[in-house]
């Protein structure tokens, strides 16, 4: 019961990018090990700008 109470909270935080920040460091981490990862807040400002700039309307 336990494992799937995981998995499901695992699932939620995908889906609601709270675990953005930890899979852009295991990311980093594997494949940008010579740069400096962002801060958390560096990062999530980043996301946040590349979300919302921009049109976001179909007409």
Do not use: I
Request: hydrophobic content about 30%; proline content about 2%.
């Amino acid at each position: 019961m336990v494992n799937k109470l995981k998995a499901f909270w695992r699932g939620v935080r995908r889906l609601s990018g709270d675990d953005a920040y930890e899979c852009y460091l295991q990311h980093h981490a594997e494949h940008h090990q010579a740069e400096t990862p962002l801060s958390k807040e560096a990062f999530f400002k980043q996301w946040q700008d590349e979300k919302w700039n921009g049109v976001k309307r179909c007409c």
